[in-house]
C-alpha cells in the first residue's frame, strides 16, 4: 500500500481530466475513465475503510470500458456519441431498471455525479485553511451532493470512512505533487478543466432529460 502510494502522482489524474474535452466541446470517455482510474488508486492509498467506494468505482468504470472494448466501441467514443447511441437504439431505462440495467447512459451518471462531488471536494481543500479536516470538507462537500443520491445505509457507512482522513496539509502532500503550497497550485490549474467536463456533461443529460435515470 505504502509503495502505491510513493507511485501516484495526482498530477496524472488531472492530465487526464484536462485531455478530456475535445475542440468540439464532446466529452472524451477514455480519458474521463483513466482520471477516475488514477482516484481509484489514490483512495485505496488512504485505507481499507475505503474499499466499499472504490469497489464501486472501479464496477461503474469496467462497465463503460467494456462498452469501449466492444464491437460498438466507436459509439462509446464521446459521451455524446454515447448518449446519442444508446437513445437511438432504446438501450437505455428511462423509468426503472428493467432490460438495460447497465446502460453507458446511466453508469457514467453515476460517476457525473460523482465528479459533482469531487470538484467541491477539491475546491474546498484548495481554498482551505491549513489546519483544516480534510474528514469536514469531505462530508460537507459530499452531504451537499452525491448524498443526496444515496440511501442511508451508504450515506452512514460514508460518514465513518470519512473520520479517517488525514489532515488538510498531509492530504495535500499524499497526493505526490510537492509541498501542500504545490498542491494548491496544481489544483487551482486543474479544477476549471474538471469544471468544465462537468458542465458539459450537465448541460448534455439536462438536454436529453437524464438526469435522473434509475
Ligand atoms: C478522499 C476521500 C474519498 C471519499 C469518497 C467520497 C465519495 C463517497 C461515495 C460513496 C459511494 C459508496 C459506494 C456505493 C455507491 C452506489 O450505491 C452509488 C450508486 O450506484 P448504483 O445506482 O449503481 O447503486 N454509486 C455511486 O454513487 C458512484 C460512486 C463513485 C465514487 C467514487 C469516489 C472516488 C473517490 C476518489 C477520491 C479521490 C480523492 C481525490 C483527492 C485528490
Redesign the pocket.
Known amino acids: 500500500m505504502a509503495e502505491e502510494a510513493e507511485t501516484f502522482s495526482?498530477r496524472e489524474?488531472l492530465v487526464a481530466f484536462t485531455a478530456c474535452v475535445s475542440e468540439q466541446r464532446e466529452v472524451r470517455v477514455d480519458p474521463y475513465l483513466a482520471g477516475w482510474k488514477g482516484?481509484?488508486r489514490?483512495?485505496n492509498c488512504?485505507g481499507t475503510i475505503?474499499s466499499?467506494?472504490?469497489k464501486?468505482?472501479v464496477t461503474?468504470i469496467e462497465i463503460i470500458e467494456n462498452y469501449r472494448n466492444s464491437d460498438q466501441r466507436d459509439k462509446y467514443l464521446t459521451v455524446q456519441s454515447m448518449v446519442e447511441y444508446e437513445l437511438a437504439n432504446g438501450l437505455v431505462d428511462l423509468q426503472k431498471r428493467s432490460e438495460h440495467p447497465n446502460s453507458g447512459c446511466r453508469t457514467f451518471l453515476?460517476?457525473h455525479?460523482?465528479l459533482h462531488?469531487?470538484q467541491m471536494?477539491?475546491e474546498g481543500l484548495r481554498t482551505g485553511e491549513d489546519n483544516s479536516k480534510?474528514s469536514v470538507i469531505?462530508s460537507e462537500t459530499?452531504d451537499a451532493s452525491?448524498a443526496n443520491?444515496?440511501p442511508w445505509i451508504?450515506r452512514k457507512?460514508?460518514g465513518v470512512?470519512?473520520c479517517v482522513?488525514p489532515t488538510r496539509n498531509t492530504f495535500l502532500e499524499t497526493?505526490n505533487v510537492g509541498t501542500a503550497e504545490e498542491a494548491v497550485a496544481m489544483l487551482g490549474d486543474a479544477l476549471p478543466y474538471i469544471c468544465e467536463v462537468y458542465k458539459i456533461t450537465e448541460e448534455l443529460y439536462a438536454q436529453h432529460k437524464l438526469l435522473d435515470l434509475p
Open positions: 495526482l489524474v482516484l481509484v489514490f483512495l488512504l475505503f466499499f467506494i472504490s464501486d468505482a461503474k453515476r460517476l455525479r460523482a462531488w469531487l471536494f477539491l480534510t469531505c459530499y452525491l443520491h444515496h451508504i457507512a460514508a470512512a470519512f482522513l497526493m
